[in-house]
Structures are given as C-alpha cells and as structure tokens.
C-alpha cells in the first residue's frame, strides 16, 4: 500500500504546520521561527523558552547561544527543576500566567524545550494563553509532541486536556541521540504499540460490519491507517538502535511518533494509536506504578501492555476457542467492578458506567457471538498478517533494550493479569478484551496465559 509523506500529513493535521527532524535542526531554529511565526510585518515576536534543568542542559544553552547570535529576541524563560516534575495542572497556571505577564499587550512565541511533560505543560499554558507554540524535543519518547491534548494531573485527576498542538516541531537528532537511554526505548515502546492498536482497530472494523450497534466498535479510516500502520513494521526496524545512541535511529523514532500524533489531529480520536496496550497503561498509570522508587515511564507501561495484549491473541487465536463461560448479568458486572477497583471508589464509579454501557444483554450477546465466530478464520488471518508473535515482539523490545519482564518495571505476572480485568472496564472502545469477554472466554484465556511459562516471564 503506497505510504503517505511527512509533507501530506501535515497538510491534513490541524495545528502543526511544519516538522523537522535532522542533525543540526537547532542552528536552523531562527529561520524556522521566521517561516512559521512572523507576522505580516515579517517580525517575529519575541520568544518565551521553558525548560527543566536537565533539558535546558540538553539543548537549551546552545538554543540561547545561537538566538543570541540572530536577530530574535527572548523576552523570558522558565526552568523548572527537574527533580519529581509531572505534567500538573498547577504548574500550567503557573506558566501561562508568566506568559501574560511577559507578553503584555504584544505577542509573544512560547517554546518548548523537553520531553514529554515539558511539551505539554507548554501546550497547555500556550493554549491558554491563545498562543500557537514551538516545540524543541530533547528525546524521541512519546507520540504525545503532536498529539492535541496535554496529559495533566488536574483535581487529583489524570486526564488529557484539549489544546492545540505545537504549530512547528523542530527536532535535532543530535539532540535526541543524547536522551537518557530509557526514554528513547519508551518512545520505541510506545510506538510498537501501535502493532496492538491497529489489531484491535481490525477487530472493530469487522465486527462493525457485523453489528455497528454494538458499542465501541469503528470501521477503519484509510488514511489514518495508511499513515500509522503502513510503514511501521519497517520504522521499528529502523528505530531500534534508538536506544543506543543511533542519531538515524532516533530520528526515525521521531518522525514516526510525531506522525502517528497526526493522525491523531486528523481523525479526532485516538483509535488509530491506541488500543488495548493503552488500557493497560491507562490502568497503571492510575495506580501511579513504580519501580525502584521511580515513576514507570508512559512508553513503558506501553511495553509490558503490548507484551500482555500478544500474549491474549495468541491465547486466543492459537488452538480451539476455549468452552464458553457464562456472562455475567448487569448486577453480577457491578459487583466485578467495584471488587476489581475496591481501592479506588471513584474509579470504580466510572468504571462502572463504562462496564455496563458495554455489556450487551442475553439475546443481543448471543446472536453477536455466533456472528463473531461465523467469521472466525477470517478475523483469524487478518490478525496474524498485522501481528508478529509473542516472541517475535519480545525480541524487538530487547533488541531496542525495552524491559521485557514484569519485574523491570515494578509489576508481576499475576498483577499483570488483574490489570487485564480492569483494562477491559475503563474504556468503551473495542478491543481484543471485549471480543473475548463477548465469547464468554474471557477468563479462560487469561488462565492460559497465566498456565503458560513462554508469556509475561
Ligand atoms: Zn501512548
């Protein structure tokens, strides 16, 4: 299938208006802010800079050189210190309000120089403050840097905040190759996930041609597929010296992520990069999972994710369909609810409308499970053509030196387990989970992973 270009993919993305990721892209920061936010005049506003104190290491001293250097002047900057920083909501009051105090009544071009959470406090308060913004990664370890919506803690919450994406991404490889190794394998991990997303996404796509009452379901959109799942077998090929230092490899990296945040600004919804392995993480990442007292990346999580949702297709697909359990009624799904999440009452709350909203009653579930298996082979070949095995993905992840076992990132195989029954509970969107759960073998499958020793050890 032919690939979409950088070049057309932004021309249907929303906010972003120019991406470059190539060695020395820093010393081209002055033209690039001259192409993409001066005004009609053809001045350029003065720039705001925000980075940590790692970041600003990284790449900030020699932006500020080279700005020095050019006509463009900075009025402001903010380092926030590195230690414990997390995307809080707190902190982007605390930013946009500087920005308004610098801007004035004139403009003002924020820039972000970071990873992840530095890209989204700056999104969040630049929005705030209606300002379109410019993006400096120091590390190729989300697909969030073109992703609209700022991933913050707010009101105790994790939630995505809506707000534009960066209007220019400039990324230096050189710049990337010297990210701490760990967040180059949580990029990479966060993109391979998108092999899980994209299966999940066929799942929805022939079971919408099925029934598209049943909720959760989509029919899959040819250009947001084209755009992720088209080139990635051969991206995460490329990408997988990222980790190493490889300035190609990280580039790639970028690049691929930064697309996949396209397709997100494109469709409006993120079924084309993410499905199950993202429940997973989701659930995690409301458990706040740590390991050897750090916070497990995002990209992370992703990893031990998609290791887990391989392990349930294989299950699944490879032999005969285990015998059909019983489905639980509306009262006995409440009761799995509230005992899946007795730590957590408030997420047990909405876990619980989720659960029910998804739960198809007797007849319904029993006509949509004779229709599942009467395309059972079909699905069955789709799934192996989008999916390498459970091996074969365990390889690539150590090869790109991502944990592999529970234990590299603070889990364990049972935990990993339960998490699959809260992953299922927190999401309408359809996945590989619910088309077990809708079989009525949803639990067997899991005790054929937990039966296995190949799976999750
Ligand atoms: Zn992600």
Redesign the pocket.
């Given at each position: 299938m032919k690939r979409i270009s950088l070049a057309e993919c932004l021309a249907s993305a929303d906010d972003t208006k120019g991406m470059f990721v190539k060695e020395g892209a820093l010393e081209e920061i002055p033209a690039l802010l001259g192409r993409y936010f001066a005004g009609d005049s053809g001045e350029i506003p003065p720039l705001f800079l925000a980075a940590d104190e790692n970041t600003w290491r990284a790449a900030g001293e020699e932006l500020e050189r080279i700005l020095r250097a050019s006509a463009l002047a900075v009025n402001g900057s903010y380092i926030f210190p590195a230690a414990g920083l997390h995307g809080d909501y707190a902190l982007v009051e605390k930013l946009a309000a500087l920005m308004k105090e610098r801007r004035g009544n004139g403009n003002l071009v924020p820039v972000a120089i970071g990873a992840g959470t530095i890209n989204d406090l700056v999104k969040c308060a630049a929005a705030d403050c209606g300002l379109p913004y410019c993006c400096l990664p120091t590390a190729a370890s989300?697909?969030?840097y073109t992703a609209p919506g700022a991933a913050l803690l707010r009101n105790g919450f994790k939630q995505t905040v809506p707000c534009a994406a960066p209007r220019l991404v400039a990324a230096d490889t050189r710049v990337l190759a010297n990210a701490p190794a760990f967040l180059s394998s949580s990029g990479y991990g966060?993109l391979a996930?998108k092999l899980i997303a994209g299966a999940d996404w066929i799942i929805a796509d022939r079971l919408y041609a099925l029934d598209p009452s049943v909720p959760g379901l989509m029919p899959v959109n040819d250009r947001a597929w084209t755009m992720v799942q088209v080139p990635l077998r051969e991206e995460l090929a490329a990408a997988s010296g990222a980790a190493a230092g490889d300035k190609d490899a990280g580039g790639v990296l970028f690049e691929a992520l930064g697309i996949t945040g396209f397709a997100l600004q494109y469709m409006k919804d993120s079924r084309a990069?993410?499905g199950c392995e993202?429940m997973w993480?989701h659930v995690w990442e409301m458990e706040n999972l740590r390991c050897r007292g750090e916070t497990v990346t995002?990209?992370h999580k992703?990893v031990m994710g998609s290791l887990a949702a391989a392990a349930f297709f294989e299950c699944l697909f490879s032999g005969d369909l285990p015998e059909e359990q019983k489905v639980p009624s509306a009262a006995e799904r409440e009761a799995q609810v509230e005992a899946a999440f007795s730590d957590d009452p408030l997420a047990a709350e909405a876990a619980k409308k989720t659960a029910l909203a998804k739960l198809l009653d007797g007849e319904k579930r029993r006509s949509f499970a004779a229709a599942i298996r009467s395309v059972w082979k079909e699905l069955d070949g789709a799934l192996k053509r989008q999916l390498p095995s459970y091996g074969e993905l365990r390889d690539m992840f150590v090869k790109a030196r991502c944990p592999v076992l529970p234990q590299e990132t603070g889990l364990s195989k049972k935990r990993i387990i339960a998490s699959a029954r809260k992953a299922q509970m927190i999401r309408v969107r359809y996945s590989v989970l619910d088309l077990a759960f809708d079989l009525g073998v949803f639990d067997a499958i899991l005790s054929r992973i937990e039966e296995s020793d190949v799976y999750l050890a």
């Open positions: 989300v697909d969030g966060d996930g990069v993410s993202h993480a995002h990209g992703v």
